[in-house]
C-alpha cells in the first residue's frame, strides 16, 4: 500500500496544475463545444414541380464527427493512462468521482503501486500520475453532461491480464509467459511506452478533426505533455538499456507490435537508430511525429488488428461514437 506522504504528493501536483488551468478554463468557457449530437442532412420537397413527380429519396450522409465525439474519445485512452500511471504511483486506481458520465460505467481489473528502486523514476512517475489525472478532470470540464463513464479498463499484469496479452503477443515474453508492468522501474517504463506512445500519435491524428479552436489549442497542449511523457520514458528507457540491453530489445519488440496491429504502413519506431544511436522522437524526415486514426489507435488498445468493438485494454469496449476499430488483418 501507498505511503501517506506520497499519495499528498501526487493530490498536491494535481492541485497546482488545477490552479494553472483555471484561467484557460475560465476564457475558454463562451468558446466550449456545444454538445450534443449531430443531424443527419435532410432534404425538402420543391413545392413548384407541376410535374408533382416525388423528389427522390436521398441517401443519408453520415453526420460529421463533432468535438465531442473527439474530445469523448480522447477521454477513453485518457482513463487508461491515468488508471495505469495512478495506480503505479500510489496503488489506488483514478478517483470514483471522475468516473461517472453517460454510457455503462466499469472498474479497473489489475494495477498495484510499484516498489520503485530510483528515487529519479519514482519523481517522474508521481509528476505523470498527477498529469494524466488532471487530463481526465479537464476533458471532462469540457464535456459536462455529455462527458463518457470510464469504461471497463484491464491494467492487470497476470495471465489474463491486457499487459501480458500485449508482452506475449510482442515476444517480450514467451506464449505462455506474464509480463508485469508494477514488478521493476524497468516494467513500469515498458508499460509506459506502450500507452505514451500511442497516445502522442492518437492526439496528433485526431487533431484534424477538431473544429473549434479553443478546443484545438487545449487538445495541442495535452499532445505537448504527452509527448514529454513519452520522450523521457524513451531516454530512460535507452539510457538504463545500456547497462542491460534487452530493455531496448524489447522496446524495439513492442514497437513492431504496435506496427502489425495498426496496420501495413511501417510508421512506428523502437529507441535504438542506425549505428546505434538514439531514437527519442519517432519521426519522419521533416522531424515530424506520426498521427494515427481512431480507428488505428483502438487496434493498438484492443490488441486485435481487425474490426472489432472491444478486447485488450477495454474488455467491453469504449464509451461515445467512436469504438470500432480498423480492418488491417
Not at 52 to 61: D, Q
Not at 179 to 196: E, R, T, V
Request: charged letters at 15%; a negative charge; hydrophobic letters at 40%.
Amino acid at each position: 500500500m501507498i505511503d501517506r506522504e506520497t499519495l499528498i504528493e501526487v493530490l498536491e501536483l494535481g492541485e497546482k496544475r488545477r490552479a494553472a488551468r483555471r484561467r484557460f478554463l475560465k476564457a475558454a468557457g463562451a468558446a466550449s463545444i456545444a454538445i450534443g449530437g449531430s443531424s443527419l442532412l435532410a432534404a425538402c420537397n420543391d413545392d413548384d414541380d407541376d410535374d408533382n413527380t416525388p423528389a427522390p429519396t436521398p441517401t443519408p450522409t453520415p453526420a460529421p464527427l463533432a468535438d465531442a465525439d473527439v474530445l469523448n474519445f480522447a477521454l477513453n485512452l485518457e482513463y487508461l493512462e491515468a488508471n495505469y500511471y495512478i495506480a503505479a504511483a500510489t496503488g489506488s486506481p483514478l478517483n470514483g468521482t471522475l468516473r461517472t458520465g453517460t454510457g455503462t460505467q466499469g472498474d479497473v481489473v489489475g494495477g498495484r503501486a510499484v516498489t520503485f528502486t530510483d528515487p529519479t523514476v519514482a519523481s517522474y512517475a508521481r509528476e505523470i500520475a498527477a498529469d494524466e489525472n488532471e487530463h481526465v478532470v479537464f476533458l471532462r470540464s469540457q464535456l459536462g453532461a455529455s462527458a463518457v463513464a470510464m469504461p471497463q479498463i484491464n491494467i492487470d499484469g497476470g495471465a489474463s491480464g491486457a499487459f501480458t496479452a500485449a508482452a506475449r503477443a510482442a515476444g517480450v515474453v514467451t506464449a505462455t509467459g506474464t509480463f508485469d508492468p508494477y514488478a521493476s522501474d524497468d516494467n513500469w517504463l515498458l508499460g509506459g511506452m506502450l500507452l505514451s506512445d500511442v497516445g502522442v500519435t492518437a492526439y496528433k491524428g485526431s487533431a484534424q478533426l477538431l473544429t473549434n479552436a479553443t478546443i484545438l489549442e487545449a487538445a495541442a497542449g495535452i499532445l505537448a505533455t504527452e509527448a514529454y511523457h513519452s520522450g523521457l520514458i524513451r531516454t530512460l528507457l535507452y539510457r538504463r538499456g545500456l547497462a542491460t540491453p534487452s530493455l531496448r530489445t524489447n522496446a524495439g519488440l513492442i514497437s513492431d507490435a504496435r506496427d502489425s496491429l495498426d496496420g501495413p504502413t511501417n510508421l512506428d519506431e523502437g529507441i535504438v537508430g542506425d549505428a546505434n544511436t538514439s531514437n527519442i522522437v519517432p519521426a519522419d524526415s521533416n522531424g515530424i511525429v506520426f498521427g494515427r486514426t481512431a480507428a488505428q489507435v483502438l487496434n493498438i488498445a484492443y490488441l486485435n488488428k481487425a474490426a472489432v468493438t472491444s478486447g485488450g485494454f477495454f474488455p467491453a469496449g469504449t464509451n461515445g461514437n467512436i469504438k470500432t476499430s480498423g480492418a488491417n488483418g
